[in-house]
C-alpha cells in the first residue's frame, strides 16, 4: 500500500528526466522529497515496530536525515579539501553497513517467527 505509489512516482520522474526534459533543480526536489518520505516512513516503522534490531533503522534514518541535510545545503570545502558533499559520501559507508546488517537480522528474526508459527 506504501510502495506503489512511492514506485508510480520514481518511475514518472525518471521518465519525465530521461524522455522529456532534464532539470537539475526538479530532480534535486524530488530526490529531496523522495528521502524524507524514505526517513519518516522507517522513522514511524521503528516507533511502532517491536523489532529486536530496530536500533540499526533509527540509526540508519538519522544518518539519513544528516546526508540529505549535507547534499541540500551545501557549504565551500573547508581548508581546501573537506565539504558538504565529502561529509556525505563519508557517512553513507557505515550506514550502508548498518542497512545490510539490519536486514540479516531482520531475515532471522522473520524465519524464527514464522518456524515458530510453522510448529
Known amino acids: 500500500m506504501v510502495a ?10 525518471i521518465l ?32 511502532i515496530s517491536n523489532h529486536p534490531s530496530k536500533w540499526k533503522i533509527w540509526v540508519v534514518t538519522i544518518s539519513e536525515g ?6 541540500i545545503y551545501d557549504f565551500p570545502p573547508y581548508k581546501g579539501f573537506l565539504d558538504a558533499h565529502a561529509i556525505s559520501d563519508a ?12 536486514i540479516h537480522d531482520d531475515s532471522e528474526y522473520r524465519t524464527k517467527t514464522l518456524m515458530k508459527k510453522a510448529k
Open 91 to 102: 557517512i553513507v559507508v557505515p550506514v550502508s553497513y548498518i542497512w545490510w546488517s539490519f
Open 16 to 47: 519525465y528526466l530521461k524522455c522529456y526534459q532534464f532539470d537539475y533543480d526538479l530532480n534535486m526536489k524530488a530526490c529531496a522529497i523522495m528521502g524524507v518520505a524514505e526517513v519518516l516512513i522507517w522513522g514511524v516503522w521503528a516507533g
Open 66 to 71: 544528516l546526508i540529505i541535510l549535507f547534499q
Open 4 to 13: 506503489a505509489p512511492l514506485i508510480a512516482f520514481v518511475t514518472t520522474h
